[in-house]
């Protein structure tokens, strides 16, 4: 099956499924759309037993897609930006100091208890990994997804300080993260004699992360000077897709983050693009072009996400050490949020119940699924894939799906007018 009908039948399927979400399951659609092809995929695993040919078929066309590259190197980009232009800066500015401290320091703090955390407790499954591909495994869980976050929060009842403090960490811990995955996997697979230096890390993340901030600033400043010029909504909305496809190719040939040169451009073009480069009909032109991408990526990738399980290789084992995950990851993110909020509460004001919410609604999703993916075939990425598989499966269906329930049983949940109006 060629790219075109692969693309062609995820489309169909995230249409059909949609529908059905809409008119009998009235899930969140991201949640809805993951249970369906969940459902969808063990029906196919069970009838594929008695090797239906359409069948075997689909299966083949679904293990020819490269998850990590459609995501990472596709995908990814599109939905970062269509997050970042509707997020209020103003508010984000507010929060920055947890923002940023929850997407640093953070994700290492995540990164160092379940990696820790892993390696202690796997010998009890008699299974053994060493030390670095556990801390790998911690680096590719500990960020919370943007696409996650975003699809979820759009119908939750959180109030403003706590859904800008989710959603910016959201989108800048992926720098982070990305950089620490790739520096421990050098850690994990080249020779004790050629492993990076910690300087040599320093270096990596000031490329990556600061490179990408900067390269996105400058793509969104010279994107605003161009908006401002003209009102055209059909070329303002091609300046926008090219601001995102060719600032992602920029940063991937300068060798920074694209996540973050995505966002940044993102959140200018957001707060002075929108707001004051366009007429009030380009606006709405573009507001509806990049919400009706967003709403079609997410259903495909979700799809996706749910259809992987086909692929995917599970034992009784990988279970269990993924129901442990769980519980393992919670408490990574609870100390991640916990201590750095302590040391900042000297200097801001976090309203009640912050570490539950922030702790609760840190969604993991198919950036995590795509870096264990894009590991080298072996033995250890069979295990780490299946659990990270099982952990973002609990995390977007169980934790997605309970968030509004939490707010409310901690009284903390806005009115739905009011949260409309907060959007």
């Known amino acids: 099956m060629d790219l075109y009908n692969v693309f062609a039948l995820l489309l169909v399927v995230a249409a059909l499924f949609g529908y059905l979400n809409h008119r009998f399951l009235r899930l969140p659609s991201t949640i809805g759309l993951m249970v369906l092809a969940l459902v969808s995929s063990v029906g196919i695993a069970v009838l594929g037993r008695f090797e239906f040919p359409s069948l075997i078929g689909i299966v083949k066309a679904l293990r020819q897609i490269d998850f990590h590259a459609v995501l990472m190197q596709v995908m990814l980009s599109f939905l970062l930006f269509a997050g970042a232009i509707h997020v209020d800066v103003r508010q ?73 403090s989710i959603v910016g960490e959201s989108l800048f811990n992926d720098g982070t993260a990305l950089v620490l995955f790739v520096s421990l996997f050098e850690f994990a697979t080249v020779p004790d004699s050629s492993a990076p230096t910690l300087r040599s ?37 091609m300046l926008t897709l090219a601001i995102v496809t060719g600032g992602t190719a920029l940063a991937t040939s300068l060798h920074t983050s694209a996540p973050l040169a995505v966002v940044a451009a993102g959140l200018i073009i957001g707060q002075h693009g929108r707001k004051h480069g366009m007429s009030d009909e380009s606006r709405e032109y573009v507001d509806k072009f990049w919400e009706m991408l967003d709403e079609i990526l997410n259903a495909i990738l979700f799809v996706l996400i749910g259809f992987e399980i086909l692929v995917l290789r599970f034992e009784t084992t990988y279970l269990l050490v993924g129901l442990g995950a769980i519980v393992v990851v919670l408490l990574g993110r609870l100390l991640a949020v916990f201590l750095p909020l302590q040391i900042l509460s000297r200097r801001h004001a976090f309203s009640e119940h912050s570490v539950k919410v922030l702790t609760w609604c840190g969604l993991r999703g198919g950036i995590s699924v795509a870096l264990a993916l894009s590991l080298p075939a072996s033995p250890e990425q069979e295990l780490l894939v299946a659990v990270t598989y099982i952990v973002v499966i609990f995390s977007i269906l169980v934790q997605g799906l309970t968030i509004n329930r939490l707010v409310k049983r901690l009284g903390i949940s806005l009115p739905t007018e009011a949260n409309s109006a907060a959007h």
């Open 92 to 164: 984000l500015g507010q929060e920055r100091l947890p923002v940023i401290t929850l997407a640093t320091a953070g994700v290492f703090i995540s990164t160092l208890f379940i990696g820790g955390a892993l390696y202690l407790a796997l010998p009890f499954f008699q299974l053994q990994l060493p030390l670095s591909w556990c801390l790998l495994f911690g680096a590719l869980i500990s960020p919370t997804d943007p696409v996650a976050v975003m699809g979820i929060l759009k119908q939750a009842r959180i109030p403003k300080q706590l859904e800008t």
């Open 201 to 237: 890390l320093g270096a990596l993340f000031a490329q990556e992360a600061l490179g990408g901030v900067a390269l996105g600033g400058v793509l969104g400043y010279v994107g605003y000077q161009l908006l401002r010029t003209i009102d055209n909504y059909q070329v303002e909305v």
